[in-house]
T-cell receptor
Framework: DSGVTQTPKHLITATGQRVTLRCSPR?????VYWYQQSLDQGLQFLIQ???????AKGNILERFSAQQFPDLHSELNLSSLELGDSALYFC????????????FGEGSRLTVL | AQSVTQPDIHITVSEGASLELRCNYS??????LFWYVQSPGQGLQLLLK??????LVQGIKGFEAEFKRSQSSFNLRKPSVHWSDAAEYFC????????????FGKGTRLHILP
């Protein structure tokens, strides 16, 4: 158990819909990272937050947004969903802001029909 | 920006045989380097990391990796694999300054023959 909690574990929805994925980092970790894992693209970095502020941005679509709240939990919002958004979404947390060891949650599997 | 290449998508070895998984990175300075393992249905777990110092690093589960700056490589090794090592292995690179992204390779799936 990494200490990182992600909900929901599985989510099935339709194209055009909006979903929210939630992540609670390990106790004491200030950094939260979001990754998308798909068969063709591998593990793609989406975005990182540190202590409530956006720290780094990767290949995150404009239809996607994220935030980190004062209690340090984070949410990833995916809107206008397309079939290609079906993937496993991982949250990871780290103590430090910069390239520390990442602790991963078990992921949220999103299926868009 | 940094990038990572894992040239082998699948590797099959016999139980008890030695293992080497390849990783090449691209980054303008000395990077942070990591190997993670992902078992089916699980998140990723850190096996080992290189930040600085000794270029041969030891990790959990009997794994080690060697940083070779001249070859921009960070290959993962294990002298004798066990059936429980069957999983997907990811090499990752992070930046020491500025950009805080940690970028992962596409992974190598390890199959173990009994």
């Amino acid at each position: 158990d990494s200490g990182v909690t992600q909900t929901p574990k599985h989510l099935i929805t339709a194209t055009g819909q909006r979903v929210t994925l939630r992540c609670s980092p390990r106790s004491g970790d200030l950094s939260v990272y979001w990754y998308q894992q798909s068969l063709d693209q591998g593990l793609q970095f989406l975005i990182q937050y540190y202590n409530g502020e956006e720290r780094a941005k990767g290949n995150i679509l404009e239809r996607f947004s994220a935030q980190q709240f004062p209690d340090l939990h984070s949410e990833l919002n995916l809107s206008s969903l397309e079939l290609g958004d079906s993937a496993l979404y991982f949250c990871a947390s780290s103590v430090v802001a910069s390239s520390g060891e990442l602790f991963f949650g078990e992921g949220s599997r999103l299926t868009v029909l | 920006a940094q990038s990572v290449t894992q040239p082998d998508i699948h590797i099959t070895v016999s139980e008890g045989a030695s293992l080497e998984l390849r990783c090449n990175y691209s980054y303008g300075a000395t990077p942070y380097l990591f190997w993670y393992v992902q078992s089916p249905g699980q998140g990723l777990q850190l096996l080992l990391k290189y930040f600085s110092g000794d270029t041969l690093v030891q990790g959990i589960k009997g794994f080690e990796a060697e940083f070779k700056r001249s070859q921009s490589s960070f290959n993962l090794r294990k002298p004798s694999v066990h059936w429980s090592d069957a999983a997907e292995y990811f090499c990752a690179v992070g930046a020491k300054a500025g950009d805080d992204k940690i970028i992962f390779g596409k992974g190598t799936r390890l199959h173990i023959l009994p």
